[in-house]
């Protein structure tokens, strides 16, 4: 089928009666006709972009059911309860309803009256549900959050494998449109080797988000003290902090209203009620700042958030530029500000290592990116993008390397210090241990070998301006629940993927109540 003019206007008809929008964004139209046209895509397009459109216009305009592939139940929910109030009629079936329910949503699908379908990859491959969509009158298939099916992207959800399998297997050749936000190469290639989409046209939008400025601060003692000041300078304006543990999310939020910041916690542990106000209250406003870990953010769609600060580094650069992108989203300037310290880094992978020795291999690869890029000294925009397959010229102007560039020093000093260090030690460690006394790490290896004594220990730290100087905090958080995932269990709540073993508690400041950060408060 050939996309005539007539329909053109048609899509533009009804972009403005069923969203109230008078124009298509980038590439949303060309996506669209694609699909009408019965041919394979394949989208890359940063959060916010507006993919969602991409397919439920095709479904408004084509005969039949359009199914809706979706790793998130909350998302689901979301999108079928918004194309519910513009009138147009969207289901899903997923875990979260009952048999009854099942049954009225699959006979409203049989009798053509459903537009779009989203269905959870775990339900798509259950017999019964293979049956009844061969009954339906299926116009495409969309497959959202693509990524998810590649080890190598953030987010790796095994059942997506199948879905290639299970479309071919409703015994029609339907066109599929897949889905992210991810762009790295590796998980492209992953993608279309997976769904068989090597005949997909591809639209791959730019990843540059112009007006997001992008920060790293060293993670130090004063750490509260630089986000309560961080926050008070820019009063009245909303933020993100996001933190890796629970624990810290309630921490913090704390800190922050006792020091006259208006803050809600956000994470996997609370009710659901209490997160719904929670994020009912940042959304109309009611407060300043959301202390969350990853559970929150996707498919929020905040366009006046003007900060988002990293408490704790995250575990890839995909879920950094996940995370950083919901700032700005109207297009306005917003600030990323990361707190950075090796140790963290080193937390992270701890997490790693009940993992099978590929997923360990991706996980550190991913971490090790991000290492890189928290210790850059050139423009960091650039080396984002390079990282999502993305060239750019020169550096961006726009960020704190660009602004203020890291100072040179003299490498020769550098390189004395580490063959000092290498003869000092009996020339008998590898680079690490090396890289660790140099650096002042007190590393167990380090320890026992009585290596802190030596001449060299910590000389080079001063190089570094990213570096902690709190090596003592190195297992703090060890007793906090850490979430990690996106994912969701049958109730829609998301699933911390690894809890740190609890251990008991060796620093009784950890208990202690937080207290107004007077120096602050005087901004
Ligand atoms: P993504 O899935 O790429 O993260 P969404 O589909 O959630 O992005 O869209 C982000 C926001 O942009 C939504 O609020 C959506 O309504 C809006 N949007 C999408 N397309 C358009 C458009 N053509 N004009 C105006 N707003 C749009
Ligand atoms: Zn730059």
Redesign the pocket.
Known sequence: MSVTQETADLLKEK?KET????????E?EDIIKNTLSGENTFVI??????????Y?MPAIAMEGTAIVISPLIALMKNQVD?MNAFGINAQFLNSSLNRAEMTKVKNAVIKGEVKLLYIAPESLTKEDNLTFLKQANISFVAI?EAHCISEWGHDFRPEYRRIRNIVESMDKALPIIA?T?TATPKVQQDIQKNLNLDDARLFKSSFNRKNLYYEIRAKRDDIDKQIIKYIKVNHGKAGIIYCLSRKKVEEIANLLNVNGIKALPYHAGLDSDVRMANQEAFLNEETEVMVATIAFGM?I?K?DVRFVIHYDAPKSLEGYYQET?RAG?DGLEGTCIMFYAKEDINKLDKFNKDKTVVERDTARMLLHEMVHYANLGTCRRRQLLNYFGEHMDKDCGFCDNCNKPTPKYKVEEAVVLALQTVELTGESFDAQHIADILMGYKSQFVGSNDHQKIATFGKAKSYFKLNSDDDEDDDDDEDDEVEFSDEEDEDGNPIPKAKAKKTPKSKSRKNAEPEPIEQCVSM
């Open positions: 972009l969203f109230g929008f008078s124009q298509f964004r980038g949303q397009m940063p959060t916010g972009a507006g993919k969602s459109l991409c439920q918004q959202d889905l936000a498919g769609d366009p992108g989203r």
